[in-house]
């Protein structure tokens, strides 16, 4: 009974949290006559949301914060890391990585990060700041702003570990991610497979090299 009441209250708090998101950045767009999110301020006069002065001028004419990075909250009041449900891995998600934070007067807590697509930006949010489950999809989601102003639950993106080694070349999912164990000693060994990207696979195609080649 107290999981289930626990559940209930977490998924009315992601649902506001959401709502407070998608408003929130509609006003912003809206004080600037903006109709595209890659040309809101944010994501052009901030350095690449890395002027905390800036990001928290922007975000205070739109939310109502309690507080953020330029006043002071960081991280280190955050979880340092989050389970993944059904997973023994942690979710490689770090507050630490987050140049620009906000809180609102009910406990949520955001992280606003510009990218790789620089038309776009994402928010993560924790609807309970520090409290438990400190799980994803439980009580931390991540967004994506895009467009004309639309707001998409890509918390998925929060779960996606990498379990590409040389122990597991199958889990190499991309061809970046398979370059960058070559060169890189078996555990417990001084030799270094040759390892190759072909036909859309990771493997190693025979054979070892000195240490002398390794990383």
């Known amino acids: ?94 507050w630490d990585d987050v140049p620009y934070l906000f809180a609102t007067a009910d406990g949520m807590i955001y992280g606003v990060l510009q990218d790789e697509d620089v038309k776009t930006f994402s928010v993560v949010a924790d609807v309970n700041g520090s409290k438990n489950p400190n799980t994803v999809r439980k009580d931390l989601y991540k967004f994506r702003y895009s467009g004309n102003g639309l707001l998409a639950d890509v918390s998925s993106e929060l779960e996606q570990v990498n379990k590409c080694s040389i122990d597991s070349l199958d889990e190499c999912k991309t061809e970046e991610a398979c370059w960058a164990l070559d060169g890189v000693p078996v555990s417990g060994t001084d030799d270094c497979p040759e390892i190759y990207w072909f036909n859309g696979k990771c493997s190693e195609t025979g054979g070892s090299r000195g240490p002398w080649y390794c990383r």
């Open 1 to 94: 009974m107290i999981s289930k009441n626990q559940d209930k209250v977490l998924e009315n708090q992601y649902a506001k949290a959401k709502n407070i998101l998608a408003n929130g950045y509609k006003l912003m767009m809206a004080k600037y006559e903006i109709f595209k999110v890659e040309n809101l301020p944010i994501l052009n006069d901030c350095s690449a949301m890395n002027e905390k002065a800036c990001m928290s001028k922007e975000h205070k004419k739109a939310f109502n914060i309690a507080s953020d990075s330029n006043g002071g909250l960081s991280s280190d009041i955050l979880p340092e890391s989050y389970n993944i449900q059904g997973e023994s891995e942690k979710s490689p998600f770090k």
